[in-house]
């Protein structure tokens, strides 16, 4: 090689880091942006809470004094942990905790069975029952909530925890969620647990249920955001306090003659508490469940 390669091929490597550093910039910068725009609502949130003025509030909304709280306090989170009175915030919560934890977990062992009686069950016409199952997936709940109300009505199952939990136990989605990830296993799984004697229920409790955590998570995660986000069916099945969630519970604070802005803001914070720590327990598995689908396909 010529000595006069040896400079051309150094300005063409400075070129190429050069090109790759104001690459890297632009990229960050895109980040930096997506992230503010994606956090600025959530910190404005938390501001206003800390706020003891919902007037004022109002008034900062469009400025750069929503940002910043000049004297904060705890008083509007202490006036909405009430359990008992006309804004009994408190009791919305624990119910909406307890449907939460009711939800998920029926709907792991129903939707979990359900797919691997699907993926791996002697039952006939398997591929119809799967199609069905997807083909339901695609009708929206709102086109059904008017016959279950008049079927919850007719039972007697009216403003009860049950009625907020056992129609959404079981989805379509989920199953064929679990059926998807069950079906990818080795067969030589289930053959070796068969010839070892063990019983469908049992392959399926000791060795396929413990090895699809990041099914477990990503259900858990996609079932719990649906679950705490329900406003439609609550608002029409509850008429007390005894069983009504969260998502209707903070409509309290929107009156026709004032709106408790102050209030609001800080049960909105509280409201994204249990949402955030169940993401947060899971997203490891939640996370390899989408890298684990990505490399497959």
Not at 126 to 138: D, G, K
């Amino acid at each position: 090689m010529s000595d006069l390669a040896i400079p051309t091929l150094q300005t063409e490597a400075k070129r190429e880091r050069s090109a790759i550093g104001s690459l890297r910039v632009v990229q960050t910068g895109c980040i930096l942006a997506i992230a503010l725009v994606i956090v600025s609502p959530l910190f404005m949130l938390l501001i206003a809470s800390l706020k003891d003025d919902r007037f004022q509030i109002l008034a900062d909304m469009g400025s750069f004094r929503a940002f910043w709280a000049p004297n904060p306090t705890l008083s509007n989170f202490a006036e909405v942990s009430n359990f008992s009175g006309e804004l009994a915030f408190g009791r919305y919560l624990l119910n909406s905790l307890f449907i939460l934890a009711s939800t998920v977990g029926a709907g792991l062992i129903v939707n979990s069975m359900a797919g691997f009686v699907l993926a791996w069950g002697s039952l006939r016409g398997r591929a119809l029952i799967l199609s069905l199952v997807i083909a339901l997936y695609v009708i929206p709940q709102e086109s059904i909530i008017m016959p279950l109300v008049i079927m919850v009505s007719r039972a007697g199952m009216t403003d009860t925890f049950a009625v907020q939990i056992v129609p959404w136990v079981a989805s379509p989605l989920y199953i064929f969620l679990f059926y998807q990830f069950f079906a990818q296993l080795p067969k030589e799984l289930f053959e070796a647990a068969e010839m070892d004697g063990a019983s469908v229920f049992r392959i399926y409790r000791s060795i396929f249920l413990p090895l699809s955590l990041p099914a477990l998570a990503t259900v858990s995660i996609l079932m719990g955001i649906e679950t705490w986000n329900q406003y439609l069916w609550p608002i029409l099945v509850t008429q007390t306090d005894y069983a009504r969630p969260i998502t209707v519970g903070i409509a309290t604070f929107f009156g026709q003659d004032s709106i408790y802005w102050d209030r609001a803001m800080a049960a909105s914070v509280l409201m994204m508490i249990p949402i955030l720590v169940l993401y947060l327990a899971f997203q490891r598995w939640f996370v390899s469940s989408f890298i684990g689908s990505a490399v497959k396909g």
